[in-house]
């Protein structure tokens, strides 16, 4: 690790790695955005009978509306074969509307920690059932885009569609601390 290497935190690598993504990312907006970036943000448009909402890793947040948020999920990915978490927050969380259900659009982000993206992608695609495509404008990069129908909660009017980003960063000097 260099000097002017970030912390980060293998005991909690995801929300580690995710909290200086934040700010990251914050450092390149320009404060004029019709949006802003929030670390956990809750999503309390379903909250469960508990009364504890569901949160987001990161989320663009509408600033004309709070309720709209274009969510972020982060996964790690030891392998490009160790994707049951990733795959699992797509099926019970985006395409059930627990997750943006104001919005037809998300990101998962997928923090690998060795292998290659390619084959990541190519076991995302297949657990799924979908194709994945690569987004027109960042085709250099590994960002991946698939389709998918929602199941509607009856009575609400959430999109129907949901359109997921997927996007793979590499990590090969990371590594979980095991407890």
């Not at 987004?135 to 991946?144: D, I, Q, V």
Request: hydrophobic content about 35%; some cysteine.
């Amino acid at each position: 690790m260099r000097h002017d290497d970030p912390f980060v935190d293998g005991r909690d690598l995801e929300r580690s790695v995710t909290q200086l993504l934040e700010h990251r990312i914050n450092d390149l907006m320009s404060g004029n955005e019709p949006f802003y970036i929030q670390h956990e943000p809750k999503e309390r448009a379903d909250m469960k009978s508990r009364g504890q909402p569901s949160e987001y890793d990161m989320a663009f947040v509408l600033r004309a509306d709070e309720r709209i948020m274009w969510p972020l999920e982060a996964k790690v990915l030891e392998a490009p074969d160790k994707i049951s978490d990733y795959i699992k927050a797509i099926e019970e969380k985006y395409i059930k509307c627990v997750y943006a259900p104001f919005s037809s659009e998300g990101a998962m982000l997928g923090y690998l920690l060795s292998g290659n993206p390619s084959d990541a992608f190519a076991n995302i695609a297949a657990r799924i059932s979908c194709v994945l495509v690569d987004h027109p404008s960042f085709s250099l990069r590994p960002h991946k885009c698939s389709a998918h129908a929602r199941a509607v909660p009856a009575g609400k009017s959430y999109p129907p569609t949901f359109h997921c980003h997927h996007l793979l960063l590499e990590f090969p000097a990371l590594e979980r601390t095991r407890r």
